[in-house]
T-cell receptor
Framework: KQEVTQIPAALSVPEGENLVLNCSFT??????LQWFRQDPGKGLTSLLL?????REQTSGRLNASLDKSSGRSTLYIAASQPGDSATYLC????????????FGSGTRLLVRP | DAGVIQSPRHEVTEMGQEVTLRCKPI?????LFWYRQTMMRGLELLIY????????DSGMPEDRFSAKMPNASFSTLKIQPSEPRDSAVYFC?????????????????FGAGTRLSVL
């Protein structure tokens, strides 16, 4: 059974710092891995999607990497800003012919001004 | 497009009452997903539809939960009778998966959710 783990559960950093969020998964048979952002009281917004054949994806100050063999992904946020404060979730889509996403429990990020 | 639209945004009801949550997916999307989010269990998939047909309802917690998709632009999740442990945020998401080759690229677009409180 696929399990997704995110560490740390919470992170507080001063504005301007570069930071890394971690995601690990137990079964490497995945179609893709996605990083989402969730603001309080809001839905999830997709940030980056990495297909299983890819190693990384970049969008602005965000860079996500995928090491399928070791079951790991990282989300790198450069020059963090208070507006980056949110919960970040990673999710994998297993290769079991279902189109489910299996989510981690998220990392709650606070960027202090 | 306005995105995935869910209603109501908040629902407070008493134990034993019927609750109906509604979702309008993004036009043209062929997959619709219902999720539940709680502090204890995180985000869990309840059921998903492809072209209005339920494909996998293994995540539906019990018979009190049912979901329908009468047409491509509307879906409901019903709880009857509701219980306090059903209190959670329920999300609807839609995706355009289309051809099998596009599966790896699919992104799910989430609605803002319905916060349900059962007293």
């Amino acid at each position: 059974k696929q399990e997704v783990t995110q560490i740390p559960a919470a992170l507080s950093v001063p504005e301007g710092e570069n930071l890394v969020l971690n995601c690990s998964f137990t079964d490497s048979a995945i179609y893709n891995l996605q990083w989402f952002r969730q603001d309080p009281g809001k839905g999830l917004t997709s940030l980056l999607l990495i297909q299983s054949s890819q190693r990384e994806q970049t969008s602005g100050r965000l860079n996500a990497s995928l090491d399928k063999s070791s079951g790991r992904s990282t989300l790198y946020i450069a020059a963090s800003q208070p507006g980056d404060s949110a919960t970040y979730l990673c999710a994998v889509m297993p290769m079991d012919s279902s189109y489910k996403l299996i989510f981690g429990s998220g990392t709650r990020l606070l960027v202090r001004p | 497009d306005a995105g995935v639209i869910q209603s109501p945004r908040h629902e407070v009801t008493e134990m034993g009452q019927e609750v109906t949550l509604r979702c309008k997916p993004i036009s043209g999307h062929d997959y619709l997903f219902w999720y539940r989010q709680t502090m204890m269990r995180g985000l869990e998939l309840l059921i998903y539809f492809n072209n209005n047909v339920p494909i996998d309802d293994s995540g539906m917690p019990e018979d009190r939960f049912s979901a329908k998709m009468p047409n491509a632009s509307f879906s409901t999740l019903k709880i009857q009778p509701s219980e306090p442990r059903d209190s959670a945020v329920y999300f609807c998401a839609s995706s355009e998966i289309g051809l099998a080759g596009a599966l790896a690229k699919n992104i799910q677009y989430f609605g803002a959710g319905t916060r349900l409180s059962v007293l």
